[in-house]
């Protein structure tokens, strides 16, 4: 049996166990996972430049867990759930279990990543989003970020997992279904593209982020309900209602750089409608037959081709540095430039810009939203919203219809860019759900720079 037909097999197998007991679904897991040591005899080598869908089997896994994320229940997840699949598979693995904020970021900065196949992060997007900056922040930024990494959902978020799987067409899945969805994943091995989009903060500091940058209710909400983490992804549901009760209007500006759409979705309208795009579909992969005795490789491309676009820095020791640029953005101290759209001084409840699907597991934001779509996904409700209409919003929300509520003081734009200028004196601006420095903050996505392990 091909590697691709016994794949085909195992896939189904596995749609089937997710919608049976648990029990079941864990068997079937371990079938699959026999099948695909099976059936995977790809052993291509790295060829720098080129994007494999396929990341080199067996390979080595470097997976870092954080054993208090979520519900504190991470190391029981792993070895309830994933170890065995590993084990069924093949696929060699180190454990790096987190101790504390800030060890991932560490370790992935100083690591001998030529050791490494793919990071994988088992934990929230909180430990991620340390990851993808580590990596940024390494002189060889650009070869690190082409480091396939994958995510296992051991937080209450796990807006990135939950997007994974909504890109791979199965039918909604949570909690321990979802983690062997990714864990299926996982010993798949497929890669593709992944867009990042660089944030400057008023400090001038820059960040990477993967998923979402919020202010006002959204952001709120976040924070404020980390507190109920211990019950699970149905503490947003929580910090909501209490938000609500207590809801604020935030003044400020917002512009913002329109992608330009020749036939994507009129602007303003929702796209849900759209089946969910498979990330692979959207990459052109074509096999590259290879040597005789090789099988032959999916090669993979973004469908952004876009060539990163870099800018040096002399620094204090006068060694240069090369940097991404970001080329769309001015200095936050100069005006926005006159091809921008400005939303003008405006009173509002959130700002929410997002570039995957999900904004946490049970929360599907953008339901067209592709990994690699070169999209920041920009929201913004203006104040006037009652109480129930904004609750309504959210509920919506959770099937991704929030957009065909007709909701006035909703308004959705797909952008390249955008800057952010908080005129109230207090609030709270989230990066991928991280607290960041409050004030002016601008924002570019750079299409497919990195790369993720999806279905
Ligand atoms: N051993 C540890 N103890 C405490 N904090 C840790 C530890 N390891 C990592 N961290 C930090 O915990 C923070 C939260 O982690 P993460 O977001 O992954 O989980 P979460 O907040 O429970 O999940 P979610 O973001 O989905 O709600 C991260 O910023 C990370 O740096």
Redesign the pocket.
């Known amino acids: 049996m091909s590697a691709g037909v016994a794949r085909q097999r195992v896939e189904q197998c596995f749609r089937v166990a997710l919608v049976q007991d648990p029990i079941a679904n864990l068997q079937e897991a371990e079938r699959w996972a026999r099948a695909i040591r099976d059936a995977s005899a790809l052993q291509a080598p790295r060829r720098v430049g080129v994007m494999y869908a396929e990341v080199r089997r067996p390979c080595r896994v470097m997976i870092l867990v ?5 519900r504190c229940q991470t190391m029981q997840l792993f070895t309830g759930h994933v170890q065995g699949m590993l084990t069924e598979a093949s696929v060699p693995y180190t454990l790096v ?8 970021r560490d370790v992935v900065k100083k690591a001998d990543l030529t050791q490494w196949d793919a990071l994988v992060i088992m ?8 990851v993808i900056n580590g990596l940024m922040e390494r002189e060889d930024w650009e070869q690190a970020i082409q480091t396939p990494i994958g995510i296992l959902p ?6 990135l997992a939950a997007s994974v799987h909504h890109y791979s067409q199965a039918p909604p899945a949570w909690n321990e279904e979802l983690l062997l969805s990714c864990g299926f994943m996982l010993c798949k091995g497929l890669v593709g593209a992944m867009d990042l989009v660089s944030v400057h903060l008023p400090s001038r500091k820059r960040l990477f982020s993967f998923l979402s940058i919020a202010w006002g209710f959204v952001a709120d909400v976040d924070i404020e309900s ?1 507190k109920y ?1 211990h019950v699970g992804g149905i503490r947003f549901l929580m910090g909501t209602l209490v938000r609500l009760a207590t809801l604020r209007v935030y003044q400020g500006r917002l512009a913002f750089l329109p992608v330009d759409e020749t036939s994507n979705v009129p602007k303003g309208k929702s796209n849900s409608t759209s089946p969910p795009p498979s990330m692979c579909s959207s990459l052109p992969c074509r096999h590259i037959p290879s040597s005789p005795n090789q099988n032959s490789v999916l090669r993979c491309s973004s469908r952004n081709q876009n060539t990163i676009s870099k800018s040096t820095e002399t620094q204090s020791d006068g060694q240069t540095k090369v940097l991404l640029s970001d080329s769309l953005l001015p200095s936050l101290d100069q005006p926005v430039p006159e091809s921008w759209t400005v939303v003008k001084d405006e009173d509002f409840v959130l700002v929410l810009a997002i570039y995957q699907s999900h904004l946490a597991e049970d929360l599907l934001a953008v339901p067209g939203a592709m990994v690699d779509d070169g999209a920041i996904h920009l929201f913004y409700v203006t104040a006037g919203i009652s109480r129930p209409a904004l609750l309504r919003l959210f509920l919506a929300m959770e099937k991704g219809a929030h957009l065909d509520c007709g909701c006035p003081y909703l308004v959705y734009e797909k952008v390249k860019a955008f800057r952010l200028e908080p005129l109230s004196p207090q609030g709270v601006i989230t990066v991928d ?2 607290t960041v420095e409050y004030g002016p903050v601008q924002a570019q996505v750079h299409p497919g720079i990195a790369r993720l392990i999806c279905g």
Do not use: C, Y
Not at 123 to 130: K, P, T, V
């Open positions: 954080n054993p208090n994320s979520g279990i987190t101790e504390a904020k800030n060890h991932a934990s929230g997007d909180g430990l991620l989003f340390e051991g937080g209450s978020g796990n807006a980390e983490r759900g991280e």
